[in-house]
């Protein structure tokens, strides 16, 4: 098991992380104990002013608030009343049966995991003085809350050999459950898919709400050629905690990704002319727009992805096709199916739909008159 323990400073603050993450439907309260109420008819403000009363019973302490968590390997899923008890057997034994406690379940990571929160202070305004010994005391506690409710705690998230695999889905933040469905993403992409580069792969991962990240120019992860997996929210913004490359069995690091860039370039090129004949078929019939367009080449299976620039012009565009399995960087593709080429030619039959209804109109003005 892997546990973590903080003191922190701030109750209020502590618990609107936790209380923020319910409301988003990213956590729950499951539990707690030695309140005025039950644990679910506490409101917010009962939660704070209960530990604040406390609190106030001793000013001397700088991080009056004790701030837990406690983690499972990814291919442990514990039911909330299994953490339930294994919340009130850890504070029971650690010390603190006495003290005000909350726990929260939360569903950001690929792991399971829970968040205990307490207090240092004492209802006599007396403090309880974590020494090393205690934080010792708690590794061991966990071992044996590992063996007697028989699950395996958090060492190291990779994937077990006999794990199965699913059918690839797009992860939902706080509804998915992250490791596995990203094992599945990988599962389905890696192998089946040509891509060139790194930011055509993304392409297909976004459609996952996934990216592959190798962080800022001067970060050391980008220094030394490492990679993280992070998850995106509907608007494609990064949202929960990244999951190392290297702790996935297929190891879709960045070495692996590069050897298959090389060998996808010749294995993706006999597919080139079908989808830019797709393209321009979608622009001969009516395609005016990128809406348009979107919907005219998912009629052929294929997803085109825009880039926009903060202006909202059109900066890149990436095309997968999922029939011959094939993703092309629009400026790969060549210039009539880059960003730019695709603005032009939709200004174009933009301006050939106004001056049809301009040509139409006038006829009809013409035959009033005469």
Known sequence: MRVQIKPVKNIRFTLAYHERKVKQGHASCLDGDNFLKDPDQLTTRDKVYHFQRLVSLNENVTKPIIHLSLNFHPSQQPTDQQLRGISREFMEKWGFK???????????????????????????????????????????????????????????????????????????YGQTAVYPAMRDIFAH???????????????????????AHRGKPESALYKHRGL???????????????????????????????????????????????????????FYKKTPNLKDLTIALKKEQIDALFQKDPNGGLQNIWYIDHLRKTVFDGNRLGSNYSANGITNRCEYKERQKQEQTQTQTQKQRQRIYE
């Open 98 to 172: 006495d003290q005000p406690w909350l726990v929260y379940r939360h569903a950001d990571q690929p792991h399971p995991h829970i968040h205990l929160i307490s207090t240092l202070i004492q209802k006599d305004g007396k403090v309880y003085h974590l020494a090393p010994r205690d934080f010792s005391r708690a590794k061991q506690l966990v071992k044996q809350l590992e063996k007697s409710w028989s699950l395996e705690f958090s060492k190291s998230p990779e994937i077990r050999q006999d794990e199965p695999v699913g059918p690839a889905q797009k992860i939902i």
């Open 189 to 211: 992409v890696i192998d089946q898919y040509r891509y060139t580069s790194l930011e055509e792969f993304n392409a297909i991962l976004r459609l996952y709400n996934v990216e």
């Open 228 to 282: 993280l997996y992070r998850v995106l929210n509907e608007k494609g913004q990064p949202v929960g905690s990244a999951i190392k490359a290297s702790l996935f069995q297929s190891k879709p690091i960045l070495k692996n990704l590069e050897k298959r860039f090389v060998q996808n370039q010749a294995l993706r090129e006999p597919h080139r002319q079908h989808l830019t004949t797709a393209i321009d078929w979608a």
